[in-house]
């Protein structure tokens, strides 16, 4: 899109602020009763060696809300964000091009949680709850808090410069994000566990 290199920590915190916003459309449209009509899981109950694909926590619901509220969370903080004291330049992006980039990181976080459900299936560990072993515990904490932020971070490098302490703030701020949304979510009644 543009090979404007924005400053690192500018470019962090847009995404990680962009994401905890769409984030938030995101627990409010879980929580609504429309979402339930999109509960339908994703691997449709497909199964492999016998255990299910997914499982029945990841719906087409979560597809649903993300990505649009992830392009217009894209839209809103980039048409603020050189109003903000303080603020450094982001990538020079038109309107739409922050819609696009933020519809495609939305649909990045939720994919980029598939692979660990698919693992977590096939080591027989029950959606929503934790691995039995300490050692796999500890693993799938960390991997809970990092696969959507990685998904994300993936997506903008193959789109946009990024520079590479981008990554580190964002490995560093996103995951605390994101086990903040898990609580949320839990608090909500919409997951069984906090983390």
Not at 90 to 106: I, K, V
């Amino acid at each position: 899109m543009t090979e404007f290199i924005p400053d690192p920590l500018a470019a962090a915190l847009y995404l990680v602020i962009a994401m905890s916003t769409a984030g938030l459309v995101h627990v409010a449209w879980l929580r609504s009763r429309v979402a339930k009509g999109f509960s339908a899981p994703l691997d449709r109950g497909l199964t492999l060696r016998g255990r299910r694909l997914l499982g029945d926590n990841k719906m087409l619901r979560g597809f649903v809300a993300m990505p649009p509220a992830a392009a217009l969370s894209f839209v809103l903080w980039g048409a603020i964000w050189g109003r903000l004291p303080l603020a450094t330049d982001l990538w020079p992006l038109t309107t739409s091009q922050f819609a696009l980039l933020g519809f495609a990181c939305g649909i990045a976080f939720m994919l980029a949680e598939l692979p660990n459900s698919f693992v977590k299936r096939q080591l027989d560990i029950v959606p929503g709850h934790a691995a039995s072993s300490a050692p796999l515990r500890a693993l799938f904490f960390i991997v809970d808090r990092c696969d959507s932020v990685l998904g994300v971070l993936i997506l903008t490098s193959l789109l946009l410069p990024l520079p590479a302490l981008t990554w580190l703030w964002v490995l560093l701020l996103g995951p605390c994000m994101h086990a903040m949304f898990s609580i949320l979510l839990h608090r909500v009644g919409v997951k069984a566990r906090a983390l």
